[in-house]
């Protein structure tokens, strides 16, 4: 039974490892690029070619004579500020997207979103999987890469592990190339992998 412990280690480890990585991928998006929140850019076009996901943040970077205003589909379209439903004017203004959907915002200042300081994106889920357009429908599943090894099986064990009991039969594993001595050196060899896993995880945080 000490194999059973060793396994849900290094599996813990593993999904430990697999966890962390769809939240690191999290995206902060600097508005217009160097060009920043201003007049005279192509909002259009700076989104051209980029994916929004839930999670990540739209940066809003502007002079003092710029603000953002959240505003509604119909605010966007014309420039109409009574419906904006936030307004931000600190000059660095971080928005998460926090949901899946059409976003808008415009510069209030007069004149500014009727010359084009004004930005629509559209959010996708956070999961990283197939980058579909956003009027599709959303119903296919993450494709995840392969087929993982059922939940439970340790990876790569000997066909006949040794019966409890009896440490050092000499069963050398038959699917990993380089056969260790002894069936305590395999298991060594588990424990290696996950204190590493760990401290691997440990280092990159
Ligand atoms: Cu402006």
New binding site residues.
Partial sequence: MAMNGFSKMAATAILLVLAIVPAAMAVNHTVGGAEE???GVDYTDWVKGKTFRVGDILEFK?GS???VDVTTKAGYDNCDTSESTANHFDGDTKIELKTAGTKYYI???PG??QNG?KLTVTVVAASPATPTPPSSTPGTPPSTPGSPPAAGTPPSTPDSPPPAGTPATPTPPTSSPPPPSGASKGVMSYVLVGVSMVLGYGLWM
């Fill in positions: 929140w201003s007049s502007y004579s710029h603000a510069c209030p200042t500014h979103c300081m």
